[in-house]
């Protein structure tokens, strides 16, 4: 069941901009402390994180890194999508093209990273409850992230130069499942007809999509 869900439940993570982190508080242990946060996706649809070692959620992290994010469809109440994502948050070491990807997705939340207490935290995915309806529920698995195809953050970079001057559009990014496009400082996500199976086909893709003038 799950990975029939996750397709789904991976693309509301890219359509989705803020979420709800939870982490174990340390000024009242046992008790969960809640954080509404901006994100961005990395390349497989692992919620990246800019955060203040400042910050309450931080510190409660840099104790213990187990935590669960909610993220659900804005558009919606109880009748949408959501997931829950239960993991470890962790750091993450400077990556170039990564951090790219952070910047094109969300310039204003890279730009924290100019001041010396701010860092990229990563989540990695233990398990995930995904409900989108009656009957359209289940658990993901987290090592479902590791192995489900994603285009690299190389192969981004390279089709991202290739049709920076093909398309009318502002890519911001690119996967095997659709493409973000920035319009008057918005982000808007559009998912391709089908799921592409590597960057070839992502190529051939775009390609009709820039005969069609998006």
């Not at 001041?115 to 359209?136: E, H, N, T």
């Not at 890519?171 to 996500?189: F, M, N």
Request: glycine share 6%.
């Amino acid at each position: 069941m799950s990975s029939v869900l996750f397709p789904d439940a991976r693309e509301l993570l890219r359509q989705t901009r803020h979420g709800t982190l939870a982490t174990q508080s340390t000024v009242l242990p046992g008790y969960p402390h809640a954080s509404f946060l901006p994100y961005v996706c990395d390349e497989a649809g692992r919620v990246l994180l800019v955060m203040s070692r400042l910050a309450e959620h931080t510190q409660n992290v840099l104790q213990d890194e187990k935590v669960s994010f909610l993220v659900h469809d804005a558009a919606a109440t109880l009748s949408g999508a959501r997931l829950t994502i239960l993991g470890d948050l962790l750091r993450v070491e400077s990556e170039p093209l990564l951090l790219a990807r952070l910047t094109r997705q969300n310039p204003t939340l890279a730009g924290y990273l100019q001041m010396s207490d701010f860092a990229v935290w990563r989540l990695w995915p233990r398990r995930a409850r995904y409900i989108a309806g009656f009957g359209k529920m289940g658990w993901l698995e987290g090592d479902e992230w590791e192995s489900a195809a994603c285009l690299s953050l190389a192969d981004e970079a390279q089709l991202l130069h290739e049709f920076a001057n093909e398309l009318p559009i502002q890519l911001a990014g690119i996967d095997l499942a659709g493409y973000d496009v920035r319009s008057d400082e918005q982000l808007k996500r559009h998912r391709f007809e089908q799921l592409c199976a590597d960057v070839e086909t992502v190529r051939a893709t775009l390609k009709q999509l820039s005969r069609k003038q998006i």
